[in-house]
T-cell receptor, first 111, second 112 residues
Framework: DQQVKQNSPSLSVQEGRISILNCDYTNSMFDYFLWYKKYPAEGPTFLISISSIKDKNEDGRFTVFLNKSAKHLSLHIVPSQPGDSAVYFCAASVDNNDMRFGAGTRLTVKP | DAGVIQSPRHEVTEMGQEVTLRCKPISGHNSLFWYRQTMMRGLELLIYFNNNVPIDDSGMPEDRFSAKMPNASFSTLKIQPSEPRDSAVYFC??????????FGPGTRLTVT
């Protein structure tokens, strides 16, 4: 049962433009959401998170938006850079335990 | 800190053999997680420990899989007997309390 879904396996964006990665979840008990970034041959690394009491969290070029009524969150990267090319995983948990991950979206930022 | 350490980085074995994957969490972290990554299902949580005690092993696919954490600095994930469908990248992650998890580099397992 995929409780966290990333329906776009890949995304290609031009350098300097905005990248928008989407994620949907089904479990209304989730109260903590995270985005991880993964380069080839490395483990995922934490990027940004948001608690369910917020609808937006910003960290430099990265902003995560949470729409609880739609059970949807998104990651915006602006401006996108070639070094952002990686696989991005959306994750959700209850109290940051038992984290569930999506299948990932491969972002390619073209120079 | 060296981060989460996993060994081996690559493992190739024949069907039916026993496979043991090892993990050393970040010192001071009290939660440890084992994940499996496949193309079809992405990252799946297999089991996690809190203070060396298994909390939730509902993600362990079959009885062929077992995990132990004998102390705060070491954990193993064992597959016996291994099957070709077990081929995947296995990640270990650790965290302190309810903070974000730090992942190891993973072990790529190939079962032929």
């Amino acid at each position: 049962d995929q409780q966290v879904k990333q329906n776009s396996p890949s995304l290609s964006v031009q350098e300097g433009r905005i990248s928008i990665l989407n994620c949907d979840y089904t479990n209304s008990m989730f109260d903590y959401f995270l985005w991880y970034k993964k380069y080839p041959a490395e483990g995922p690394t934490f990027l940004i998170s948001i608690s369910s009491i917020k609808d937006k969290n910003e960290d430099g070029r990265f902003t995560v938006f949470l729409n609880k009524s739609a059970k949807h969150l998104s990651l915006h990267i602006v401006p996108s850079q070639p070094g952002d090319s990686a696989v991005y995983f959306c994750a959700a948990s209850v109290d940051n335990n038992d984290m569930r991950f999506g299948a990932g979206t491969r972002l390619t930022v073209k120079p | 800190d060296a981060g989460v350490i996993q060994s081996p980085r690559h493992e190739v074995t024949e069907m039916g053999q026993e496979v043991t994957l090892r993990c050393k969490p970040i010192s001071g972290h009290n939660s440890l997680f084992w994940y499996r990554q496949t193309m079809m299902r992405g990252l799946e949580l297999l089991i996690y420990f809190n203070n060396n005690v298994p909390i939730d092993d509902s993600g362990m696919p079959e009885d062929r899989f077992s995990a132990k954490m004998p102390n705060a600095s070491f954990s193993t994930l064992k597959i016996q007997p291994s099957e070709p469908r077990d081929s995947a990248v296995y990640f270990c992650a650790s965290s302190f309390g309810h903070n974000e998890q730090y992942f190891g580099p993973g072990t790529r397992l190939t079962v032929t």
